[in-house]
């Protein structure tokens, strides 16, 4: 059972648009929720982070906005850059308890020069 | 510096052995996780361990074991019995309320 589901699998972007990526969520005990980006054959790295307490969060080229009525969270990218192109993980945490993260399934974004 | 290490990056199996990954950090996180991803799919969790000497199974532990004797270290061993072994394993630590940081993984392919 999927508590985080990205359902686009891809997503092409012109080089200086913007890039909206979305998250969808499940479980209303999350409260912490995270942006990952990962390149073939390596590990993720962390992009941006927010808490439930907010609804933006805001880092350079990238915002994450979190509706946690909808249970639904975006990421931003503006403007988009080549160099974004990778695989895009959100996941979702709850602060107590276990603490795990719960991984979706990814968004490959691609950006075109 | 501090960081995740995973080793080796490239490990082949033959049928019917055990092999185990490796996973150190010295972030000094009490979390720490193991994840499998497969093409085409997300992470999924293997086992994950919230502190010394205690571990918990994640959504695919059939077919592994791990063990936290040490706080830097939580290998990952993958047994015969786990029947479809191929695939990118990734470690991750993280500490209370940050992020979590993960290894560059070890891809395990069964030869």
């Known amino acids: 059972d999927q508590q985080v589901k990205q359902n686009s699998p891809s997503l092409s972007v012109q080089e200086g648009r913007i890039s909206i990526l979305n998250c969808d969520y499940t479980?209303?005990?999350?409260?912490?929720f995270l942006w990952y980006k990962k390149y073939p054959a390596e590990g993720p790295t962390f992009l941006i982070s927010?808490?439930?307490?907010?609804d933006k969060n805001e880092d350079g080229r990238f915002t994450v906005f979190l509706n946690k009525s909808a249970k639904h969270l975006s990421l931003h990218i503006v403007p988009s850059q080549p160099g974004d192109s990778a695989v895009y993980f959100c996941?979702?945490?709850?602060?107590?308890?276990?603490?795990?993260?719960?991984f979706g399934t990814g968004t490959r974004l691609t950006v075109i020069p | 510096d501090g960081g995740i290490t995973q080793s080796p990056k490239y490990l082949f199996r033959k049928e019917g052995q055990n092999v185990t990954l490796s996973c150190e950090q010295n972030?000094?996180?009490?979390?720490m996780y193991w994840y499998r991803q497969d093409p085409g799919q997300g992470l999924r969790l293997i086992y994950y361990s919230q502190i010394v000497n205690d571990f918990q199974k994640g959504d695919i532990a059939e077919g592994y074991s791990v063990s936290r004797e040490k706080k830097e270290s939580f290998p990952l061993t993958v047994t015969s019995a786990q029947k479809n072994p191929t695939a990118f394993y990734l470690c991750a630590s993280r500490g209370q309320y940050t992020e979590a940081f993960f290894g560059q993984g070890t891809r395990l392919t069964v030869v």
């Open positions: 927010i808490s439930s307490i907010k």
């Open positions: 996941a979702a945490s709850t602060e107590t308890g276990a603490n795990n993260l719960f």
């Open positions: 972030l000094n996180h009490d979390a």
């Open positions: 479980n209303s005990m999350f409260d912490y």
